[in-house]
């Protein structure tokens, strides 16, 4: 079955890098993504990477996949306070997606 | 296009209540998709739907929850007989299948549900 794993709390300077880390199980996973939600929103589509890529660029966000070891993180470069959010990462391989619990990401000032 | 929206945005109900919710996808995207998310937890799937057909439901959906897409846009979420433990956000995403944003599936806001 799916099941994927985050950790839960980030704080960062703004500025600084911060990277968040995820797990997962479902080996047929095709792609697998990275979502933003903000307080009272729905989830917004950072990015998505596809299994046969090990990583992927797209301006301030590095997704790197290792398959091997099913983990999956997302670097923002230059944190900005609007980045503070909670991330979620999730897997498909059959239509549905399924995700993680989220890790909350503070920017300090 | 003006992304995917949700009606209403917040319901208040009484346990034993009948409530439905509606979403309106992504102008010509002919999947949607339905999931739940409680306090602290990622989206849980709950169903789907290519065009009007409802080609797969979890678990999670119990008799006492219908969804529809009878003319394959719009869909609605009923849930009957509400209980504490429906209180949840219901979020509704789509996508376009057969093209090459296949993958990308777009949420709306969600509407949050209380229970009392």
């Known amino acids: 079955g799916e099941d994927v794993e985050q950790s839960l709390f980030l704080s960062v300077r703004e500025g600084d890098s911060s990277v968040i880390n995820c797990t997962y199980t479902?080996?047929?996973?095709?792609?697998l993504y990275w979502y933003k939600q903000e307080p009272g929103a729905g989830l917004q589509l950072l990015t998505y990477i596809f299994s046969n890529m090990d990583m992927k660029q797209d301006q301030r966000l590095t997704v790197l996949l290792n398959k091997k070891d099913k983990h999956l993180s997302l670097r923002i470069a230059d944190t900005q306070t609007g980045d503070s959010a909670i991330y979620f990462c999730a897997e498909s391989g059959n239509n549905r997606l399924a995700f993680g619990k989220g890790n909350q990401v503070v920017v300090i000032p | 296009d003006t992304g995917v929206s949700q009606d209403p945005r917040h319901k208040i109900t009484k346990r034993g209540q009948n409530v439905t919710f509606r979403c309106d996808p992504i102008?010509?995207?002919?999947?949607l998709y339905w999931y739940r998310q409680t306090l602290g937890q990622g989206p849980e799937f709950l169903t789907y739907f290519q065009n009007e057909a409802q080609l797969e439901k979890s678990r999670l959906l119990s008799d006492r929850f219908s969804a529809e897409r009878p003319k394959g846009s719009f869909s609605t979420l009923e849930i009957q007989r509400t209980e504490q433990g429906d209180s949840a956000m219901y979020l509704c995403?789509?996508?376009?299948w057969g093209t090459g944003s296949s993958y990308e599936q777009y949420f709306g806001p969600g509407t949050r549900l209380t229970v009392t």
């Open positions: 479902d080996s047929s996973s095709t792609y």
């Open positions: 995403a789509s996508s376009s």
């Open positions: 102008s010509e995207h002919n999947r």
